[in-house]
């Protein structure tokens, strides 16, 4: 299948290129590159530079390549950067989003992919969050990629787009040692205590330890990359069977400790913390129940060891100490 991947030199949607490009798709890349990076995008799939803002652009890479398929990464990310600028999150994510879908319809692309997020459902009152889970946005993040959601609901009723909107929990890990995470700023939490591990922060601060948790601290579902683009590709290839939205998360929950001490084990570092305040819109606790698409579509993670997890992220970090090398040194 010829597929659009926005955001496709970013972390995730990287990955999900280099499977389609392995699997014989082809591939065209939609990015600004704000985040992403020229490096991580696959040789074998074309790169168009353009921002998601701009109808023209967006025109013209459907006319020239004519994809059966969108798969739509490309957003603003961060749940805290959100709850501070609301209107930035809610703008541009639904605009770009509106932007993408109306150019779609008037090119006859009838097939569409969303990265939407666990942030859907703010902090649920149940242990494993499933597709029936009440949905309350915990973020101006989570509110965008729910109205996105919905948007396409109506395209499937008055066009006949098939969609699948993917809610991932927490992402992590590397492709490969050459196809990893790299954002600026990093705020995420793995990178960041690997980069204590390799001398770049002299520690890491655990964002609140009183929560209503065994250790006090945060619990999230952390899931692979490479089980996302694996997720991804059966999705794509599934939806002539009508649209779907799934939960994609490992089923099990870490703590922030957790992840630190398994940091510290794979890594050899003693990497110190220190706990800090609670960061604006971090709920609890998030652990997905993803038995719709194991059932659905025979997906089941395989990475969802955290020690793995870890040590995949740990081998790229180690081989690409300053990510992908692209961007100016900050001014100290
Ligand atoms: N990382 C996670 O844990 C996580 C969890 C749930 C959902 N998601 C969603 O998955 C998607 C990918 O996340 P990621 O972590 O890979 O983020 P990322 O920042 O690494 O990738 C996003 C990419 O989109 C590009 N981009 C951003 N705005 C653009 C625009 N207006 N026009 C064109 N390109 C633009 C960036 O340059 C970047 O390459 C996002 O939609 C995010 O909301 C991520
Ligand atoms: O320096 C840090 C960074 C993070 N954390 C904690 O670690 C956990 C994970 O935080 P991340 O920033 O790594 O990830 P988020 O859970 O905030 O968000 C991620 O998963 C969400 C879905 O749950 C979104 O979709 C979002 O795009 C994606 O970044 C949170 O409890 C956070 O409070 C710390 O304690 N210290």
Known sequence: MKV?????????????VHQLVAGGDEVVVFDNLTQGHRA?????????????????????ALSEHRPEGILHFASHTLVGESMEFPFRHLGNNVRCGLNLLES????????????STANLFGQPDRDLIDEETTI???????????????????????????????????ACGAL???????HDPETHLIPLVLQVA??????????????????????RDYVHVADLADAHIRALHALDGGSRTYNLGSGTGFSV???????????????PATVG??????????????????????????????????????????SHPRGYGDRAPHAS
């Open 4 to 16: 659009l991947v926005t955001g496709g030199a970013g972390y995730i949607g990287s990955a999900v």
């Open 40 to 60: 991580a995008v696959h040789p074998d799939a074309v790169l168009i530079e353009g921002d998601l803002s701009e109808r023209g652009a967006i025109d013209a």
């Open 104 to 115: 779609a319809v008037d090119h006859g692309v009838r097939r569409f992919i969303l990265s």
């Open 136 to 170: 309350s946005p915990g973020s101006p993040y989570g509110e965008s990629k729910f109205i996105l959601e919905r948007i396409l609901h109506w395209m499937d009723d008055r066009f006949g787009m098939r969609y699948a909107a993917l809610r991932y929990f927490n």
């Open 176 to 182: 490969s040692p050459d196809l990893g995470e790299d």
């Open 198 to 219: 390799l001398g770049q922060r002299e520690h890491v601060t655990i964002f609140g330890d009183d929560y209503d948790t065994p250790d006090g601290t945060c619990i």
């Open 257 to 271: 400790r957790e992840v630190i001490e398994t940091c510290r084990a794979v890594t050899g570092h003693a990497i």
């Open 277 to 318: 305040p609670r960061r604006p819109g971090d709920p609890a606790v998030l652990v997905a129940s993803s038995e719709r698409i194991r059932g659905e579509l025979g997906w089941s993670p395989r990475y969802d060891d955290l020690r793995t997890i870890v040590e995949s992220a740990w081998a790229w970090h180690q």
